[in-house]
């Protein structure tokens, strides 16, 4: 079965730095690979969603990049904030129409 | 946006007693709708997928007689927990599917069920 490893350590990082998250996965390669947002008490919170045949998506200060050779993907929080404190959530789709898989998530402390 | 509401929010309840937790999707209609459950410090566990009007999808190892789910309509699913038990105590959270937007699910904001 598939398996998502995402850094189980907390990433403490200093206001206006850049985050890198690593989330790595076994076995196959996914046709969607979604990150979340989740604050503690509080349901996840899509942020973005990047298919296997692409290899880079931005959204504001966010980014996500995906290499089906070395199956990971790398999740980019650029000038951190505080605001930006929580546990991010690495998320695959096997194929259109099946169900979510879960990483363990990887909590990121911006400290101003 | 896609919101997802859940109510209650947070529950308390006796042993044995049964609970019920109501997903809506308040702007958009839901292909299908998921609930999972999430242990303290652990990731979401997908408990079974619902779809409008037929009867509901389980993951191996949860119980459907104990966890009840009915979708009657395009923006509402609920989940009963029967005979509730401590060890059902968790955090339980519920997504939706907008039509036309492939697997994005749009999560509600969670219910946390203790059950004394």
């Known amino acids: 079965s598939q398996k998502i490893e995402q850094n189980s350590e907390a990433l403490n990082i200093q206001e206006g730095k850049t985050a890198t998250l690593t989330c790595n996965y076994t076995?196959?390669?996914?046709?969607?690979l979604q990150w979340y947002r989740q604050d503690p008490g509080r349901g996840p919170v899509f942020l973005l969603l990047i298919r296997e045949n692409e290899k880079e998506k931005r959204k504001e200060r966010l980014k996500v990049t995906f290499d089906t050779t070395l199956k990971q993907s790398l999740f980019h929080i650029t000038a951190a904030q505080p605001a930006d404190s929580a546990t991010y959530l690495c998320?695959?789709?096997?194929?259109?129409?099946?169900?979510?898989?879960f990483g363990g998530g990887t909590r990121v402390l911006v400290k101003p | 946006g896609a919101v997802v509401s859940q109510h209650p929010s947070r529950v308390i309840c006796k042993s044995g007693t049964s609970v019920k937790i109501e997903c809506r999707s308040l702007?958009?209609?839901?292909?299908?709708m998921f609930w999972y459950r999430q242990f303290p410090k652990q990731s979401l566990m997908l408990m079974a997928t619902?779809?409008?009007?037929?009867?509901?999808?389980?993951e191996q190892g949860v119980e459907k007689d104990k966890f009840l789910i009915n979708h009657a309509s395009l923006t509402l699913s609920t989940l009963t927990v029967t005979s509730a038990h401590p060890e059902d105590s968790s955090f339980y959270i519920c997504?939706?599917?907008?039509?036309?937007?492939?697997?994005?699910?749009?999560f509600g904001p969670g219910t946390r069920l203790t059950v004394l």
């Open positions: 998320v695959m789709i096997k194929a259109a129409g099946n169900k979510l898989t």
């Open positions: 619902s779809n409008e009007g037929s009867k509901a999808t389980y």
């Open positions: 997504s939706a599917i907008r039509r036309g937007e492939g697997d994005t699910q749009y």
């Open positions: 076995n196959y390669s996914p046709a969607y």
């Open positions: 702007d958009f209609q839901a292909t299908t």
